[in-house]
């Protein structure tokens, strides 16, 4: 059987704001029997409830992470507040929950890919993580084009129009998270579901990858 073992950290002492209201989730997907590890995937757990209870600042907490953090402020929060934006709620209208878990990177072996276990691992982070939150968000962006915005930046070898396989890739990526619920963000690259709405149990989840594989076959 397959499973996600999951490791958190939680000071015990005060420390850094940014690291008090963020939970860290790191996660390996593993055969429970070999122990074999067969993917990756991390995840935040941004707790707005505390960070409102605690008087911080809600942009200043998650800018003291990363600019990512901060960049997943600028997008889902009104400016310098803690408050979704008006048109996160008019698009997703039943968040009940300020708080936002993030999933970072969800990344499997490559002899394990092709079988729908990032669907299956995300689907159960969520269960697990997500189902008191208000929103679920990602970025999906294609793992073999990491840094690819990057001045630096050079195309793997036999990659002839690296811009549109770019292009390409990101758009399968989509499609697949939208599988088990992501909706983009309106003039946004970010992703979203509300985790309170209907979304693909992982036994559904799972029986929609087997029937994939069967037609492909």
Known sequence: MLEVVF??????????????????????????????VIGQISASLVQVGRVVGAGENLFEVMDGLSREMAEYHAAFFEPDDWEYKKAIRRQFPYILSLDLLILERAEIEPRFRKRGLGLLAVSRTIDLFGVNCGLVAMKPFPLQFRNYL????????????????????????????????????????????????????????????????????
Do not use: M
């Open 150 to 217: 990057d001045s630096g930046w050079r195309p793997p070898d036999g990659l002839q129009d690296p811009a549109a396989a770019f292009q390409i890739a990101r758009r399968k990526l989509r499609q697949y998270w939208s599988r088990v619920g992501f909706k983009r963000v309106n003039g946004t690259d970010y992703y979203a579901l509300c985790p309170v709405n209907d979304r693909p149990s992982l036994k559904k989840v799972a029986a929609a990858i087997d029937e994939t594989f069967a037609a492909q076959d």
């Open 7 to 36: 490791h958190l950290a939680a000071p015990l002492t005060e420390t850094e704001p940014s690291f008090t209201f963020i939970q860290r989730i790191e996660g390996e997907i593993r055969d429970d029997e070999s122990k074999v």
